[in-house]
């Protein structure tokens, strides 16, 4: 069975038809749900917590662990993928995905839910690249893959912002299993329609799976996430530091081996090349200020302005509008204008929306504040598209899998650089705004500060919103160190 309406030419890609768009929208289905599973335990911690009754300790390793070895399994089965094909590797992704998906629902115990959760890390890191590798396969037209990518990367960034919304819909008329159990009818029919939709794809990558490179790039980026991430939380501390110090000296012993591997996991010379590791980097400072800065805008719905979290979740969707509406555009422009023109185009305009958001005081109106997040999303996803377009089509087919799990790698240790180094501005920021009278909890952070007297709180608000308007001013350099990237590495690239 073949996939590809019409002879391929040398002159002239094959066009995909119906099935390929119609296979595109079940990749779609796994997609969503991973990067849904990111941000979806949100509205359930508590009553998690009420139920199973975790630790404080456990109950951060619930709500990190699929974060954690999502990440650090992604450079791994991008590359398994090539050699065993992307088609197995996602119908295996599938299967356990829904079977540890059962696991967290039912799990009686924090440990068990721990347990559950890294497995469902372990299938995402299965599904993601999968699924960006088979749409390099499926679309071989550069337009029509653009637009694939288009929505892949529409897809990835509105299941982070559901995830808080389905899981606030559902616990509203079911226990905390149900946000886990939501993924199995998806996974059924993906496993279904796959086989049929799908042709099986892999790389000519020869030599063996390197089984030592694999665990030195889970030991390298693992303790990187997880320190940097730490560090974000709760300020310097030994342990995360050293973590970070050990990731980084793994991560050099990796890069080592590889280039002495005839047969590497992961390509140097692409990663070299302008068009693919220009696009890497772009896509890590996007990562960097979209993630760094979402966490204050969400504190600033709730715990400024005073809504419920679901309120707070169903507001944060307004932005995703513009970007539906620009990101098309952005594609199409990019058809006849130089793609890196775009991008830099784009991640201005979300530099200015940030700058816009700069500006934000105790008096301005919420429309104001979503119209700002709306004009620097839509430019940022613009942009981020044609770069994971651009990267892709750098790939040679045969090494899709690796190329878009390090291109994904890239964009979780953004987020998590952008945790760090945002939330240290805004931290610095709010606490020189707070009176020096205030208590010392109250001065670390607005969540210690609601608990204290009315006039300390409405003081802590004040400096949390002057401090959402420093990680704004952060977020804007760094669009344009993005912007600068993409006119200086990725011009007249194809």
Known sequence: MTLIAGPSTAAEPARAGRREW???GVLML???????????LYFA???IAADLRPGATQQLWILDMYGFVLAGLLVTMGSLGDRVGRRKLLLCGAALFGAASVAAAYAHSPGALIGARALLGAAGACLMPSTLALIRTLFQDPAQRAKAVTLWTTVMASGISLG?????????HFWWGSVFLVNLPAMVLLLVLAPVLLRESRGDAGGRFDVFSAGLSLAALLPVIYGVKELAKGGWAVVPALGIVVG?????VFVRRQARLSHPMVDLRLVRTPAYGG????SLLAMAATVGFAVFLTQYLQSVLGQSPLEAALWSLVPA???????????????RVDRAHVMGGGFLVSAGGFAWLATVDRATPLWVVLVGSAVYASGLVSALTLANELALGAAPPERAGAAAAVLESGSELGGALGMAVLGSIGAAVYTAAMPSSAPAAARETLGGALSAAPGVVEAARSAFVEAMSGAAV?????MLLAAVSSLVLLRRRV
Request: net charge negative; charged share 0%; aromatic share 0%.
């Open 22 to 24: 119609t296979a595109l």
């Open 30 to 40: 796994p997609l969503l749900l991973v990067s849904m599973d990111v941000s979806v």
């Open 45 to 47: 911690i508590p009553s």
């Open 164 to 172: 808080p919304v389905v899981s606030g819909a559902l616990l509203g």
């Open 248 to 252: 980084v000296l793994l991560g050099v």
């Open 279 to 282: 696009s890497v980097l772009v």
């Open 321 to 335: 509008g513009g970007v539906m509406v620009a990101a098309p555009l952005a594609a199409a422009l990019a058809q």
């Open 474 to 478: 952060g977020a804007a350099v760094l």
